[in-house]
Protein backbone atom coordinates (compact mmCIF):
# COMPACT_ATOMS: atom_id res chain seq x y z
CA UNK A 1 0.00 0.00 0.00
CA UNK A 2 0.94 3.15 -0.84
CA UNK A 3 3.60 4.57 2.40
CA UNK A 4 4.56 8.70 2.78
CA UNK A 5 7.44 9.68 5.68
CA UNK A 6 8.09 12.67 7.07
CA UNK A 7 10.06 13.64 10.10
CA UNK A 8 8.53 12.85 13.12
CA UNK A 9 10.22 14.64 15.50
CA UNK A 10 9.69 18.38 15.51
CA UNK A 11 12.55 20.83 13.43
CA UNK A 12 13.77 23.47 15.38
CA UNK A 13 15.49 26.24 13.46
CA UNK A 14 16.78 29.60 13.88
CA UNK A 15 15.21 32.58 12.19
CA UNK A 16 17.06 33.44 9.36
CA UNK A 17 18.16 29.77 8.11
CA UNK A 18 16.53 27.37 5.87
CA UNK A 19 14.03 25.24 6.95
CA UNK A 20 14.38 21.88 4.87
CA UNK A 21 11.77 19.53 5.42
CA UNK A 22 11.96 15.85 3.78
CA UNK A 23 8.58 13.65 2.16
CA UNK A 24 9.77 10.07 0.90
CA UNK A 25 6.73 7.64 -0.63
CA UNK A 26 6.98 4.19 -1.27
CA UNK A 27 4.41 1.96 -3.43
CA UNK A 28 3.65 4.62 -5.48
CA UNK A 29 4.36 6.65 -8.77
CA UNK A 30 2.02 9.74 -8.37
CA UNK A 31 1.32 12.18 -11.07
CA UNK A 32 2.04 14.98 -8.88
CA UNK A 33 2.78 16.08 -4.87
CA UNK A 34 1.64 18.92 -3.30
CA UNK A 35 2.55 20.58 0.08
CA UNK A 36 0.11 22.11 2.84
CA UNK A 37 1.14 24.02 5.68
CA UNK A 38 -1.75 23.42 8.99
CA UNK A 39 -1.82 25.75 12.34
CA UNK A 40 -3.42 24.49 15.26
CA UNK A 41 -6.53 24.29 15.58
CA UNK A 42 -7.09 25.11 11.55
CA UNK A 43 -7.52 23.04 8.71
CA UNK A 44 -4.64 22.47 6.01
CA UNK A 45 -4.00 25.54 3.65
CA UNK A 46 -2.08 24.36 0.12
CA UNK A 47 1.05 26.08 -0.44
CA UNK A 48 2.78 24.51 -3.48
CA UNK A 49 2.05 21.73 -6.13
CA UNK A 50 4.67 19.92 -8.00
CA UNK A 51 3.76 17.33 -11.32
CA UNK A 52 6.46 14.32 -11.51
CA UNK A 53 7.85 15.88 -14.77
CA UNK A 54 9.21 18.69 -12.79
CA UNK A 55 12.26 18.84 -10.54
CA UNK A 56 11.59 22.09 -8.74
CA UNK A 57 9.18 24.73 -8.27
CA UNK A 58 9.06 27.89 -6.07
CA UNK A 59 6.93 30.56 -4.79
CA UNK A 60 8.45 33.31 -2.91
CA UNK A 61 10.64 31.81 -0.21
CA UNK A 62 9.60 28.57 -0.92
CA UNK A 63 10.77 25.82 -2.96
CA UNK A 64 9.61 22.65 -3.20
CA UNK A 65 12.17 19.29 -5.17
CA UNK A 66 10.49 16.31 -6.59
CA UNK A 67 12.85 13.33 -7.33
CA UNK A 68 10.91 10.40 -8.59
CA UNK A 69 14.15 8.54 -8.36
CA UNK A 70 14.40 8.67 -5.02
CA UNK A 71 10.85 8.73 -4.15
CA UNK A 72 11.17 11.82 -2.33
CA UNK A 73 10.55 15.56 -2.45
CA UNK A 74 11.94 18.67 0.01
CA UNK A 75 10.39 21.38 0.95
CA UNK A 76 12.64 24.68 1.62
CA UNK A 77 11.89 27.69 3.27
CA UNK A 78 14.16 30.18 2.93
CA UNK A 79 14.92 33.10 5.70
CA UNK A 80 12.13 31.19 7.95
CA UNK A 81 10.78 33.42 10.40
CA UNK A 82 8.84 32.59 13.83
CA UNK A 83 5.45 33.00 11.56
CA UNK A 84 6.53 29.79 9.31
CA UNK A 85 6.16 27.97 12.37
CA UNK A 86 3.75 25.12 11.82
CA UNK A 87 2.91 21.86 10.68
CA UNK A 88 3.63 21.31 7.09
CA UNK A 89 2.08 18.15 5.48
CA UNK A 90 3.20 16.36 2.18
CA UNK A 91 0.11 14.86 0.33
CA UNK A 92 0.72 12.41 -3.20
CA UNK A 93 -2.32 11.86 -5.82
CA UNK A 94 -3.96 8.49 -5.20
CA UNK A 95 -4.62 7.60 -8.21
CA UNK A 96 -2.62 9.31 -11.15
CA UNK A 97 -4.23 12.74 -11.35
CA UNK A 98 -7.65 11.25 -10.26
CA UNK A 99 -10.29 12.84 -8.37
CA UNK A 100 -10.05 10.37 -5.49
CA UNK A 101 -8.53 12.32 -3.19
CA UNK A 102 -5.29 12.44 -1.68
CA UNK A 103 -2.82 10.70 0.53
CA UNK A 104 -1.24 12.36 3.41
CA UNK A 105 1.88 12.30 5.49
CA UNK A 106 1.66 12.62 9.31
CA UNK A 107 3.38 16.07 8.93
CA UNK A 108 6.51 17.82 10.65
CA UNK A 109 6.09 20.53 13.03
CA UNK A 110 8.14 23.56 12.54
CA UNK A 111 9.52 25.88 15.05
CA UNK A 112 11.23 28.84 13.72
CA UNK A 113 13.14 30.01 17.15
CA UNK A 114 13.50 33.96 17.19
CA UNK B 1 -10.35 32.11 1.49
CA UNK B 2 -12.85 28.77 -0.22
CA UNK B 3 -16.49 29.61 0.91
CA UNK B 4 -16.39 26.37 3.13
CA UNK B 5 -18.56 25.76 6.45
CA UNK B 6 -18.56 23.15 8.42
CA UNK B 7 -21.46 22.41 10.81
CA UNK B 8 -21.28 21.83 13.65
CA UNK B 9 -18.02 22.99 14.28
CA UNK B 10 -17.85 20.69 17.89
CA UNK B 11 -19.92 18.14 19.30
CA UNK B 12 -19.85 15.72 22.22
CA UNK B 13 -21.95 12.87 22.37
CA UNK B 14 -22.68 9.18 23.63
CA UNK B 15 -21.89 5.94 22.17
CA UNK B 16 -24.47 4.18 19.78
CA UNK B 17 -26.03 7.35 18.69
CA UNK B 18 -26.40 9.08 14.90
CA UNK B 19 -24.19 11.87 14.22
CA UNK B 20 -24.49 13.95 11.10
CA UNK B 21 -21.67 16.66 9.97
CA UNK B 22 -22.32 18.84 7.51
CA UNK B 23 -20.21 20.25 4.65
CA UNK B 24 -21.76 23.36 2.70
CA UNK B 25 -19.39 24.91 -0.05
CA UNK B 26 -20.45 28.13 -1.59
CA UNK B 27 -17.62 27.67 -4.52
CA UNK B 28 -19.90 25.20 -7.01
CA UNK B 29 -16.62 22.75 -6.97
CA UNK B 30 -17.89 19.27 -8.03
CA UNK B 31 -15.29 17.18 -5.70
CA UNK B 32 -15.92 17.27 -2.19
CA UNK B 33 -14.10 14.90 0.83
CA UNK B 34 -14.43 13.62 4.24
CA UNK B 35 -11.17 13.26 6.08
CA UNK B 36 -10.42 12.91 9.71
CA UNK B 37 -7.17 13.64 11.68
CA UNK B 38 -5.90 12.05 14.50
CA UNK B 39 -2.68 12.14 16.24
CA UNK B 40 -0.22 9.64 15.12
CA UNK B 41 -2.78 8.82 11.95
CA UNK B 42 -2.82 11.99 10.34
CA UNK B 43 -5.20 12.71 7.85
CA UNK B 44 -7.29 9.67 6.52
CA UNK B 45 -9.73 9.64 3.54
CA UNK B 46 -13.44 8.40 5.21
CA UNK B 47 -15.39 8.96 1.65
CA UNK B 48 -15.67 11.48 -1.19
CA UNK B 49 -17.85 12.58 -3.82
CA UNK B 50 -17.26 13.37 -7.74
CA UNK B 51 -20.89 14.97 -8.42
CA UNK B 52 -24.75 15.02 -6.93
CA UNK B 53 -25.27 11.24 -5.75
CA UNK B 54 -21.73 9.83 -7.27
CA UNK B 55 -19.43 9.27 -4.12
CA UNK B 56 -17.13 6.49 -3.13
CA UNK B 57 -14.93 5.29 -0.41
CA UNK B 58 -11.96 6.08 1.11
CA UNK B 59 -9.50 4.19 3.46
CA UNK B 60 -11.41 4.44 6.63
CA UNK B 61 -15.38 4.26 5.56
CA UNK B 62 -16.39 1.68 7.63
CA UNK B 63 -18.90 2.93 10.30
CA UNK B 64 -19.59 5.85 8.08
CA UNK B 65 -21.69 6.90 5.16
CA UNK B 66 -21.90 9.98 3.12
CA UNK B 67 -24.92 11.56 0.99
CA UNK B 68 -24.42 14.46 -1.67
CA UNK B 69 -28.16 15.69 -3.13
CA UNK B 70 -27.04 19.18 -3.70
CA UNK B 71 -23.59 20.33 -5.59
CA UNK B 72 -23.29 22.57 -1.96
CA UNK B 73 -23.75 20.11 0.37
CA UNK B 74 -21.92 17.06 1.39
CA UNK B 75 -22.89 15.09 4.54
CA UNK B 76 -21.04 12.61 6.92
CA UNK B 77 -23.57 10.21 8.75
CA UNK B 78 -22.04 8.24 11.60
CA UNK B 79 -24.95 5.68 12.27
CA UNK B 80 -23.59 4.46 15.60
CA UNK B 81 -20.82 6.48 16.83
CA UNK B 82 -18.54 4.31 18.63
CA UNK B 83 -15.38 5.96 20.62
CA UNK B 84 -12.40 5.45 17.88
CA UNK B 85 -14.61 7.99 16.37
CA UNK B 86 -13.82 10.41 18.30
CA UNK B 87 -11.36 12.59 15.96
CA UNK B 88 -11.23 16.15 14.02
CA UNK B 89 -12.95 15.85 11.06
CA UNK B 90 -12.54 17.90 7.61
CA UNK B 91 -14.39 18.69 4.69
CA UNK B 92 -12.09 19.66 1.54
CA UNK B 93 -13.54 20.61 -2.01
CA UNK B 94 -11.59 20.63 -5.50
CA UNK B 95 -12.94 22.23 -8.48
CA UNK B 96 -10.12 20.34 -10.67
CA UNK B 97 -9.62 16.40 -10.87
CA UNK B 98 -5.97 16.67 -12.58
CA UNK B 99 -4.02 18.65 -10.04
CA UNK B 100 -6.36 17.66 -7.04
CA UNK B 101 -5.54 20.74 -4.80
CA UNK B 102 -7.86 21.05 -2.05
CA UNK B 103 -9.56 23.44 0.22
CA UNK B 104 -10.77 22.62 3.77
CA UNK B 105 -13.04 23.57 6.10
CA UNK B 106 -11.79 24.85 9.36
CA UNK B 107 -12.85 21.31 11.02
CA UNK B 108 -15.45 19.65 13.21
CA UNK B 109 -14.30 18.38 16.86
CA UNK B 110 -16.31 15.06 17.53
CA UNK B 111 -16.05 13.94 20.85
CA UNK B 112 -18.23 10.09 21.70
CA UNK B 113 -18.54 9.41 24.94
Known amino acids: SQKIEQNSEALNIQEGKTATLTCNYT??????LQWYRQDPGRGPVFLLL?????KEKRKERLKVTFDTTLKQSLFHITASQPADSATYLC?????????????FGKGTHLIIQP | DAGITQSPRHKVTETGTPVTLRCHQT?????MYWYRQDPGHGLRLIHY???????DKGEVSDGYSVSRSKTEDFLLTLESATSSQTSVYFC????????????FGEGSRLTVL
Open chain 2, 92 to 103: AISEVASTGELF
Open chain 1, 27 to 32: NYSPAY
Open chain 1, 50 to 54: IRENE
Open chain 1, 91 to 103: ALDRSGGGADGLT
Open chain 2, 27 to 31: ENHRY
Open chain 2, 49 to 55: SYGVKDT
